[in-house]
Nanobody, 125 residues
């Protein structure tokens, strides 16, 4: 699976950004698609994930109610809509794909076998 993330940029606190992750190489029916982020000097952290087939989503507490993950199956793309952005949302955002992940496994980066290149999100306060 090849993943290409896009849509990052600079935005003021309270603003919105929409990230996309285009997948290619194989069908995603048995995959979960995750979003992670990494701030300078910090470990990569889970943002949210969606199971491609059923569409169920899981979010980190820090983004719940502000971020929404959806899929565009016609374009084989996962979308991360980020609203009410805060300065602490700043970081490099990565999309990832993991095969046959159960819900309890979605938050662990090591469970994902494929990663995109990352896109920078900077929120100014």
């Amino acid at each position: 699976v090849q993943l290409q993330a896009s849509g990052g940029g600079l935005v003021q606190a309270g603003g919105s950004l929409r990230l996309s992750c285009a997948a290619s190489g194989r069908t995603l029916n048995n995959y979960a698609m995750g979003w992670f982020r990494q701030a300078p000097g910090k470990e990569r952290e889970f943002v949210g994930a969606v199971k491609w087939s059923g569409g169920s989503t899981t979010y980190a507490d820090a983004v719940k109610g502000r971020f929404t993950i959806s899929t565009d199956k016609a374009k084989n793309t996962v979308i991360l809509q980020m609203n009410s952005l805060k300065a602490e949302d700043t970081g490099v955002y990565y999309c990832a794909a993991g095969a046959r992940l159960i819900t309890s496994s979605l938050r662990t980066p090591g469970n994902y076998g494929y990663w995109g290149q990352g896109t920078q999100v900077t929120v100014s306060s």
